[in-house]
């Protein structure tokens, strides 16, 4: 069974796979994946700026029976996009995500199984679209693991076509 502590476990492991893309030459950090798609360094801006929002907005609100209205999609993503490219470095960003998701860690650690499973409707939706499960903390950051692997997979299919190969210890996706 799929307990509490192996989804936090799984969330923390992303750490893994950031602290393995240190070494990326900046230039590739900073080129698009693909034509039209980010670069490097706008997905790990765009996943620090969703935990972010998630630990400062949306786990303080979400609780039994809560009705909780998300940021538009588009509008954090685009924020997470913008501060990527405003000349903050490489070495920053990596810092960034890793403090954010450290955090984000800590305070699911605090909460018990009552709260992480806690049933709340999200955006008027008492059933998350994508998994068929009522919304709750453990079925919302299910859903980042997902989202992060998804991107992790996007790295690492760049920077392969790039000749880079990335040594993460104990990462499974």
């Not at 693909?34 to 303080?60: C, Q, T």
């Amino acid at each position: 069974m799929y307990t509490t502590e192996d989804l936090i476990n799984d969330f923390e492991k992303f750490n893994l796979f950031v602290n393995s893309i240190e070494k990326v030459e900046v230039t590739l950090f900073f080129e698009p994946i693909a034509e039209g798609k980010w670069s490097i360094a706008e997905i790990v801006s765009h996943i620090s700026f969703w935990d972010n929002y998630i630990r400062e907005e949306m786990l303080p609100q979400m609780k039994a029976n809560a009705a909780i209205e998300s940021i538009d999609i588009e509008t954090l993503n685009n924020q997470a996009a913008s501060y990527a490219l405003s000349g903050v470095s490489h070495q920053h960003l990596l810092r960034k995500q890793l403090e954010e998701r450290t955090q984000l860690v800590s305070d699911l650690k605090k909460k018990n199984e009552e709260e992480l499973f806690a049933a709340f409707s999200l955006n008027g939706e008492e059933v998350d679209e994508y998994s068929g499960y009522p919304h709750s903390v453990f079925s919302y950051i299910a859903a980042f693991i997902w989202h992060d692997n998804h991107h992790r997979q996007q790295i690492d299919s760049f920077l392969k076509e790039k000749g880079v190969e990335l040594k993460v210890s104990e990462y499974k996706a």
